[in-house]
């Protein structure tokens, strides 16, 4: 069974930085291309930044410059840290597989900037 356990959400003020990590279980971690996705109350789940098996990474526009994905394989998790911190990037950040996300998006977690 898929799990996908997300931490390192929190409050912080803007312009501070958090760092989000997600393990992995129940997968063949290092076979896919992981991401994070993030959502806010009444809009759909947003894809923000995927990385391929070979590392190789992307970032949608409202977080490039700021937010940098990386992965262990070993570890079967991928990590997200995030400087620069604006209340735009008030959300729930989850990870998953793409470009086709497992069923199971585990519990998320929050992530808050006061504006």
């Known amino acids: 069974q898929v799990q996908l356990v997300v931490s390192g959400g929190g409050l912080v003020q803007a312009g501070e930085s958090l760092r989000l990590s997600c393990a992995a279980s129940?997968?063949?971690?290092?076979?896919?291309?992981s991401a994070w996705y993030r959502q806010t109350p009444g809009r759909e789940r947003a894809l923000i930044s995927p990385?391929?098996?070979?590392?190789?990474?992307d970032y949608a526009d409202s977080v490039k410059g700021r937010f940098t994905i990386s992965r262990d394989n070993l570890r079967g998790s991928v990590y997200l840290q995030m400087n620069g911190l604006k209340s735009e990037d008030t959300a729930i950040y989850y990870c998953?597989?793409?470009?086709?996300?497992?069923?199971?998006w585990g519990q998320g977690t929050q992530v808050t900037v006061p504006s």
């Open positions: 129940g997968i063949n971690f290092r076979a896919y291309t």
């Open positions: 990385i391929d098996n070979g590392g190789h990474t």
């Open positions: 998953n597989r793409h470009p086709v996300p497992f069923t199971n």
